[in-house]
RNA sequence: GGAGCCGUAGUUCAGCUUGGCCCAGAACGCCGGCCUGUCACGCCGGAGGUCGCGGGUUCGAAUCCCGUCGGCUCCGCCA
């Protein structure tokens, strides 16, 4: 029944056929998107990546041999067609499709493949487990909004390049096989045949190998680059991901910060047809917790965080006095017209709130008349109340939030409620484009297990030029260096962060120091990031970049939850490909070769 | 490492709380027949299940208990 497709060849995609056609004879190909056999006339929506055209076997007009073989199409058997393009007859057009005026009459069918049972039908809108969305990911990726989410990101690459060589940028390739480095992520290791019990690590990103392309005098590099983190997986991470990255030398903030913003302007101009609007505002880090609890803000709703410490300090609820005077902060949220909430609900938001490490979630419900509901409200004098309400703008059907504790836990959990409580009420306005710098990062943040300094960006990135005359100092006193502010920027989109940089450190004393202050011996420094402070040596030019997690912004381009849904072949939660069933065991001369043992814990292989 | 939700025909799900009426049922899909203008074609008939896996409780388990595997979401982690 099969056939060759031989010499025939395809004239047009079946999206794209119109009615400007009509009469003329042409070769199509593509897969039968569904079959509708009357006993007498066969109809079949042929489909391609363009789109879907109807194809009429007529026993009274098609020849029989063609009618014959129409007759054993089924869903997604691969066909070529050739026949005349007809106007449709008065009455049956068919407004749902791009081509619903016309249709083609066939004259040869050839069946190039049949299709076993589906999975799952090839159409948008499906309720299928994911999983098995990716086994059959080739499936999947024919239905149209796969295929859009592809093609969009195919467009935001075309766009990125197209800006970037415009403004002088070049593409240079940095290796997949590299060097460990300690800091930051898991790095997932390669073993040497060639040098045995040694291990290459695939990159976390192209970091070293851009600034290193800085010192050997590109001046502008980017790439669009796969980077690895053996970490765990979330809905907005995947253990290999796509960059936008990309370097500039003799640059300041401003100009990195330029770029980015014409680079993002360009992309959804010319993907999306949308107009960006620049200069990005910019708040500090140091704001973005304050009213909103997080590093990267939210900015398509209000429910700011409000400070209440200083009220707290006087009141005789313990929970408030106890860590407001303990050096903890006490902040609120005001949920405009949350009063309609009922206990149920409120209830609800205590548990989120218990979830993320909260003791609790106190509350005052203002009612409509203007009184109040609330469990804490006892343990206050009218003047207290008065004013608590006043500091939180507290106004007739409002419900007022509090949250008493460390200040990591109280930004963390109000942060996520603030959030949680938007989508609840649905105060996240649809189609708008929240960009929002977010600058004057901490340079080193204290870290508790290791009870040592760490970089909160990455260690290579410049303290503010008035805190590198107090390294020294720094060093012998970790207070100071908690005061330093970074040179980097991170770029925020409806509260997800979207790229992030920083002018990067280019003298080898200053980039010496900070190993020293973040517990690295020179010993150490020299073994993993030798290249580097040589490289540093040898006139390396003042430099920074940026990177965009571009997976991330495809997926806010699309409206899509999760990256998976815009990469081509994903992993689940636990690593696995369900396509390929990576990873996997290997033949034991495989690991012979290399020179591994491997332990398999009892209870698995 | 931890928490929550989920796992039953090809697919999506019902049944599980209160074990027996279930050698498990629906829809879609699939197979066969009929049907000459449909486009979610229609009508008639049919096939299809290790109830994720292992163990336990019980006269009896899809249902209760324990363990385990997998999927998703979240915390930790992700410079």
């Not at 007498?40 to 076997?57: A, C, K, P, S, Y």
């Not at 990911?137 to 909004?145: C, G, K, N, Q, T």
């Not at 690459?157 to 415009?166: I, P």
């Not at 990159?203 to 790439?223: C, E, H, N, T, W």
Request: contains cysteine; aromatic residues 8%; charged residues 30%.
């Amino acid at each position: 029944m099969l056939e060759n497709l031989g010499e025939f060849k395809r004239d047009f995609y079946c999206g794209d056929l119109t009615e400007a056609n009509i009469g003329e004879e042409v070769r199509l190909v593509g897969w039968a998107d569904s079959v509708r056999d009357h006993g007498g006339v066969i109809f079949i929506n042929l489909r391609d990546r363009e789109g879907i055209v109807q194809i009429v076997i007529d026993p009274s007009k098609s020849p029989k041999e063609a009618y014959e073989k129409a007759k054993k199409v089924r869903s997604e058997y691969v066909l070529a067609v050739r026949g005349r393009v007809n106007k449709r007859p008065e009455g049956t057009e068919n407004p749902k499709l791009k081509t619903g005026n016309i249709e083609v009459e066939v004259d040869q069918l050839k069946i190039l493949n049949t299709c076993d049972i589906l999975p799952f039908p090839i159409e948008d809108g499906i309720q299928v487990s994911e999983e098995v969305r990716l086994k059959y990911r080739f499936l999947d990726i024919r239905r149209p909004s796969m295929f859009q989410n592809l093609l969009i990101r195919h467009e935001v690459y075309q766009a990125t390049r197209e800006f970037l060589v415009g403004n002088g940028f070049m593409e240079v390739e940095t290796p997949m096989l590299t060097k460990s480095t300690p800091e930051g992520a898991r790095d997932f290791l390669v073993p040497s045949r060639l040098e045995k019990g040694k291990f290459y690590a695939l990159p976390q990103s192209p970091q070293l190998f851009k600034q290193i392309l800085m010192v050997a005098g590109i001046d502008r590099y980017f790439q669009i680059v796969k980077c690895f983190r053996d970490e765990d997986l979330r809905k907005d991470r995947q253990p290999e991901f796509t960059q936008i990255d990309f370097e500039m030398s003799f640059v300041d903030e401003e100009d990195v910060m330029a770029i980015t913003e014409g680079l993002v302007q360009h992309i959804f101009k010319k993907v999306l047809g949308i107009d960006i609007k620049l200069p990005i505002k910019r708040i500090t880090y140091q704001e973005a917790m304050e009213k909103y609890g997080t590093d990267k803000p939210d900015l398509r709703f209000g429910l700011e965080l409000k400070d209440i410490t200083d009220i707290a300090k006087e009141v005789d609820f313990k929970v408030f006095r106890t860590v407001a005077e303990e050096g903890g902060l006490v902040k609120g949220i005001n949920i405009k017209g949350g009063a309609k909430l009922s206990r149920k609900e409120i209830d609800e938001l205590t548990e989120f709130a218990q979830k993320l490490g909260a003791k609790g979630m106190a509350w005052i419900k203002i009612n409509e008349d203007g009184s109040l509901n609330s469990p804490i409200v006892k343990f206050f004098t009218d003047e207290q109340i008065n004013k608590l309400i006043e500091r939180m703008e507290g106004e007739k059907g409002d419900l007022l939030v509090f949250i008493a504790d460390k200040p990591e836990i109280t930004y963390k959990v109000l942060g996520h409620l603030r959030n949680h409580i938007a989508q609840k009420m649905g105060l996240i306005p649809e189609g708008k484009w929240e960009f929002v710098w977010v600058v004057d990062f901490p340079l080193l943040e204290w870290d508790e297990e290791e009870n040592r300094l760490v970089a909160l960006h990455h260690p290579f990135t410049s303290p503010k030029e008035e805190d590198i005359q107090k390294l020294d100092e720094a060093i012998e006193n970790k207070d100071i260096a908690l005061q330093f502010k970074s040179r980097a920027y991170d770029l925020v989109l409806n509260g997800e962060e979207i790229a992030g940089g920083s002018i990067r450190i280019h003298r080898p004393d200053i980039q010496k120091k900070i190993f020293q202050l973040i517990g690295i011996t020179d010993e150490e420094a020299e073994e993993r990031f030798g290249f580097l402070i040589n490289a540093l040596k040898y006139g390396a030019p003042p430099h920074g970049g940026l990177a965009f997690g571009l997976d991330r912004l495809v997926a806010l381009m699309r409206g899509t939850e999760s990256i998976r849904e815009v990469i081509a072949f994903p992993k689940t939660q636990k690593g696995i490909c369900p396509l390929t069933e990576a990873p996997d065991f290997v033949d034991k001369s495989q690991l012979e070769e290399l020179g591994i043992e491997v332990e398999i814990p009892e209870n698995e292989g």
